[in-house]
C-alpha cells in the first residue's frame, strides 16, 4: 500500500494562475480532506468527502473547489491564485465517513503563490 | 464551530525529563481527541488518541489525559529522547461533524 499520495511536492505559481493538487489513495477509505499549513495556525480543513460524489466545505474553502468521483481520488483546485494560498497543503484520509476516526495523511504539496 | 487552543507553543526540555502539552476545545459535544507528532518537513503522523469514554490512555512513554468537565485534554511524554523533537498537534471533533479542528502546535525540544 502507498497509503495518502500528493502530487506534485512543490510548486510555484503565478497570481491568477489556476491548477490542481493531486491526491488519491489506495486504502479504499470512504473519508478524505484537504488541509492547509500555515506557520503558527495549525492544519485548517478546506474541503472534505464522506464518499465518492459528496463533498462539503471546510473551515476556509474560500478560493478552492474538490470533486470526488471516486473513492480513491481527492483533487484540490485554485481557481485564481492569491499569494495569500501560499501554504503547505495536505491531503489525509480515513475509513469512516466521519473523520473521528484515525487520519492518514500525505507528504504534503509546498505551494508558493509570487 | 469548535475551537482548540494548545500550550505551550514551545518546549524545551533536557533529555530524560517529561513533557506536558495541555488543550482545550470549547464544544461539549466533542468525543475523539486525537494528537500528532509533525517532525521538520514531514507529513503528521497519529501518536494517539482518545475518545470521551475513558479519562486516559497510555502507549509506552506516551499518555494523554482528558477531563471532560473541564474540556481539556494533555499529551504527557516520559523520559524524553532527542528523536522525540518535533512539533505535536492536538485535535478534537464531536460526532456527526466532518470538521475536525486542530491546536495551533506545540514545537517540542528535547535537548541532549
Known amino acids: 500500500n502507498a497509503g495518502v499520495t500528493q502530487t506534485p511536492k512543490f510548486q510555484v505559481l503565478k497570481t491568477g494562475q489556476s491548477m490542481t493538487l493531486q491526491c488519491a489513495q489506495d486504502?479504499?477509505?470512504?473519508?478524505m480532506s484537504w488541509y492547509r499549513q500555515d506557520p503558527g495556525m495549525g492544519l485548517r480543513l478546506i474541503h472534505y468527502s464522506v464518499g465518492a460524489g459528496i463533498t462539503d466545505q471546510g473551515e476556509v474553502p474560500n478560493g478552492y473547489n474538490v470533486s470526488r468521483s471516486t473513492t480513491e481520488d481527492f483533487p484540490l483546485r485554485l481557481l485564481s491564485a492569491a499569494p495569500s494560498q501560499t501554504s503547505v497543503y495536505f491531503c489525509?484520509?480515513?475509513?469512516?465517513?466521519?473523520?473521528?476516526?484515525?487520519?492518514?495523511f500525505g507528504d504534503g504539496t509546498r505551494l508558493s503563490i509570487l | 464551530g469548535e475551537n482548540v487552543e494548545q500550550h505551550p507553543s514551545t518546549l524545551s526540555v533536557q533529555e530524560g525529563d517529561s513533557a506536558v502539552i495541555k488543550c482545550t476545545y470549547s464544544?461539549?459535544?466533542?468525543?475523539?481527541f486525537p494528537w500528532y507528532k509533525q517532525e521538520l518537513g514531514k507529513r503528521p503522523q497519529l501518536i494517539i488518541d482518545i475518545r470521551s469514554n475513558v479519562g486516559e490512555k497510555k502507549d509506552q512513554r506516551i499518555a494523554v489525559t482528558l477531563n471532560k468537565t473541564a474540556k481539556h485534554f494533555s499529551l504527557h511524554i516520559t523520559e524524553t529522547q532527542p528523536e522525540d523533537s518535533a512539533v505535536y498537534f492536538c485535535?478534537?471533533?464531536?460526532?456527526?461533524?466532518?470538521?475536525?479542528?486542530f491546536g495551533a502546535g506545540t514545537r517540542l525540544t528535547v535537548k541532549p
Open positions: 464544544d461539549s459535544a466533542s468525543n475523539y
Open positions: 485535535a478534537a471533533i464531536a460526532p456527526n461533524n466532518n470538521d475536525m479542528r
Open positions: 489525509a484520509s480515513s475509513y469512516s465517513s466521519y473523520s473521528n476516526q484515525p487520519q492518514h
Open positions: 486504502m479504499n477509505h470512504e473519508y
